[in-house]
C-alpha cells in the first residue's frame, strides 16, 4: 500500500480493547484505581462451561480451563486485565515467559467482515491461536507475539447483556 492509502485503511479501524495478563487481579485493579484512576471494574469468571466453540491452536479445547477477567473504560479503550487459573495456555505462556504485562490489542471487527479478515491475516502468515465466545463475543488470538511482542485479537465487542449473578463490580461499594 501507497502511504496515502495507509493512512486511509487505518482511518476505519478502531482498537477497542489493551489488554494484560496479570498473576494477582485483584492487587492489578487496585493498582489502575490508585495510580491512573481507571475504574470501576466488571469481573468476570470465564470457563469451559461459559464459553462456546474454543479452539486452541487449531484444535477444539476439551481440557478444563478458567482464568477471571476485569474490564474498565479508559476514556473510549477497554482496558482488559486477565488472571489464569488453569487451561488456556496462551496466557499461562504469557505470564511464564514475561511476567504482568500488555498481552493483546483487539481490533473491533464486523460479524460480517471477521472471516474474511481472519482470511487476510492467514494470507500473512499469521495464524488463530486462540478463538471461542463468551455469550455473543467472539476472540480471535492472532500468532503476532514474535513479530511486535502482543497478540493481536479480533472480535465484535458486543455490550454483553449478562445477569446480576455473572459479574461483580470492583471496587466494591457499600
Known amino acids: ?16 480493547q489493551i489488554g494484560f495478563v496479570v498473576s494477582d487481579i485483584e492487587k492489578s485493579m487496585q493498582n489502575w484505581v490508585d495510580v491512573l484512576d481507571v475504574g470501576p471494574w466488571t469481573v468476570i469468571e470465564l470457563n469451559d462451561k461459559n464459553c462456546r466453540n474454543c479452539i486452541e491452536n487449531g484444535e477444539p479445547s476439551t481440557e478444563p480451563f478458567k482464568f477471571i477477567v476485569a474490564v474498565a ?55 488463530v491461536i486462540r478463538q471461542g465466545y463468551f455469550l455473543e463475543d467472539i ?19 458486543p455490550d454483553l447483556e449478562m445477569s446480576d449473578d455473572m459479574f461483580y463490580i470492583y471496587p466494591r461499594e457499600g
Open 73 to 127: 473504560m479508559f476514556g473510549e479503550v477497554q482496558i482488559e486485565l486477565m488472571q489464569p487459573f488453569y487451561g488456556v495456555q496462551i496466557y499461562k505462556d504469557f505470564l511464564e515467559k514475561h511476567g504482568d504485562g500488555l498481552q493483546h490489542f483487539k481490533e473491533f471487527i464486523p460479524d460480517d467482515k471477521i472471516e474474511g479478515k481472519v482470511k487476510e491475516y492467514a494470507e500473512k502468515d499469521l495464524g
Open 1 to 16: 500500500m501507497t502511504n496515502a492509502e495507509l493512512l486511509e485503511h487505518n482511518k476505519k479501524r478502531r482498537i477497542f
Open 139 to 157: 476472540h480471535i488470538y492472532l500468532d503476532t507475539l514474535k513479530d511486535f511482542g502482543f497478540h493481536l485479537e479480533l472480535g465484535n465487542c
